[in-house]
């Protein structure tokens, strides 16, 4: 069992920046990948990073890119999320999830993802 407590979210104006994190407990961190995803209202879940047990792997969805950067500290068992020039459309409820088996194989796919935080909301403002 993986328990996911996110953190970090909050009110910004667009082009500002938001660090979120996300900690881990109840296995070993580092021995699964973690990913960020973000639901928007009136919209589906979509992947935004992941990053692979190591850290040397990274991924993210194109609307990102340049903008966002992922990474994890394995000693504090936690992931972050640096979010720069930030966008009313990055306004979203943001979520960390592990995934336990196979690595980062599939981990833009959320329904691979086996732990899931509660969320934190973070609002760009125009």
């Known amino acids: 069992q993986v328990q996911l407590v996110e953190s970090g979210g909050g009110l910004v104006q667009a082009g500002g920046s938001l660090r979120l994190s996300c900690v881990a407990s109840?296995?070993?961190?580092?021995?699964?990948?973690m990913g960020w995803f973000r639901q928007a209202p009136r919209k589906e879940r979509e992947f935004v990073a992941g990053?692979?047990?190591?850290?040397?792997?990274?991924y993210y969805v194109e609307s990102v890119k340049g903008r966002f950067t992922i990474s994890r500290d394995n000693a504090k068992n936690t992931v972050y999320l640096q979010m720069n020039s930030l966008k009313p459309e990055d306004t979203a409820v943001y979520y960390c999830?592990?995934?336990?088996?196979?690595?980062?194989?599939?981990?833009?796919?959320?329904?691979?993802?086996?732990?899931w935080g509660k969320g934190t909301l973070v609002t760009v403002s125009s």
């Open positions: 999830a592990s995934k336990v088996d196979y690595g980062d194989f599939g981990i833009s796919d959320s329904y691979r993802m086996d732990y």
């Open positions: 990053i692979s047990r190591s850290g040397r792997r990274i």
């Open positions: 109840g296995r070993t961190f580092s021995g699964y990948a």
